[in-house]
């Protein structure tokens, strides 16, 4: 171990959170799905033809943005019987943050120990 080790801390260790975390990031990785987000954060729950009218792109094109959204579980999807209606998942959103953070306060503290 060297000295910049944390003990109580195995990178290394497969709890699933990294894995499930990373799917996100992917899913968050493109300007078409945080526009989404965005727009579907101010509503309670949307159809895909509304996200359509707020990104100016094609049905397919939302639809496939859509799907990997929800396949990340950042979206969750409820369908109906004319349109399906799509909504952000909060729970999911505040566990990449807590994530997020982990991983910001992590890096940081490496780079303080680098600067000493």
């Not at 944390?6 to 990178?11: A, E, I, K």
């Amino acid at each position: 171990m060297n000295d910049c080790s944390r003990p109580d801390y195995d990178p290394l260790a497969d709890n699933g959170e990294d894995a499930r975390a990373a799917r996100i990031y992917a899913a968050l990785a493109h300007e078409v799905r945080l526009r989404i987000l965005r727009h579907l954060s101010l509503q309670d729950a949307c159809c895909c033809k509304e996200i359509v009218s707020t990104v100016d792109l094609a049905q397919s094109t939302v639809s496939q943005h859509l799907k990997v959204l929800v396949q990340s579980g950042l979206v969750d999807y409820r369908p109906e019987r004319q349109s399906s209606r799509y909504s952000v998942n909060s729970q999911a959103l505040a566990a990449i943050h807590t994530h997020l953070n982990g991983l910001v306060n992590d890096l940081a503290d490496f780079c303080s120990k680098e600067r000493k």
